[in-house]
């Protein structure tokens, strides 16, 4: 069996940082998402915990992936080839590419998009970028 490190004293401090109590759960969930895995489902997170908290449930994973989305952690996201929210530890402002072979996400970074909205009726707080296609070039960071 593998062992998972719940005593990372950067992911104890990280969540205190973000007045998040940091529960032995709560520490294997931040570990899965914003150590390894990008663009987790609660599902994903689940299926990766599951040899390590047998009983951990969905709704414990989802209210974790949502207290930790609510503290700024965490960045949801739902995509249209998918009926599951994404949970993204890249915060910062970027679009994403979807591979329609893989299904596989990436991130792209806004200064690589090119794109205006020309409406001054209009005041944006936030834009979330897809692009679909297929991948001809492995350099993207995937997630």
Same mark, same amino acid.
């Given at each position: 069996m593998k062992h998972l490190s719940l005593k990372s004293p950067s992911l104890k401090e990280k969540l205190l940082e973000h007045s998040i109590r940091p529960t032995a759960q709560r520490l294997a969930i931040a570990d899965f998402v914003l150590q390894k895995g990008r663009h987790s489902t609660a599902e994903m997170v689940q299926e990766h915990l599951k040899k390590f908290f047998p009983h951990i449930s969905l709704?414990? =994973? *989802?209210?974790? /992936?949502?207290?930790?989305? &609510? &503290?700024?952690? /965490?960045?949801? *996201?739902?995509f249209p080839h998918s009926g599951h929210v994404f949970f993204d530890n890249n915060t910062q402002p970027h679009?994403?590419? /979807?591979?329609?072979?893989?299904?596989? =996400? *990436?991130? #792209?970074?806004?200064? &690589? #998009?090119? =794109?205006?909205l020309k409406n001054d009726s209009f005041e944006i707080q936030d834009v979330e970028v897809l692009f679909k296609g297929t991948l001809t070039n492995k350099g993207g960071q995937s997630g």
């Open positions: 709704a414990t =994973i *989802y209210n974790t /992936l949502n207290l930790f989305s &609510k &503290k700024g952690l /965490l960045k949801e *996201y739902r679009a994403h590419f /979807l591979d329609e072979n893989s299904q596989e =996400i *990436y991130d #792209v970074p806004m200064e &690589k #998009v090119n =794109i205006s």
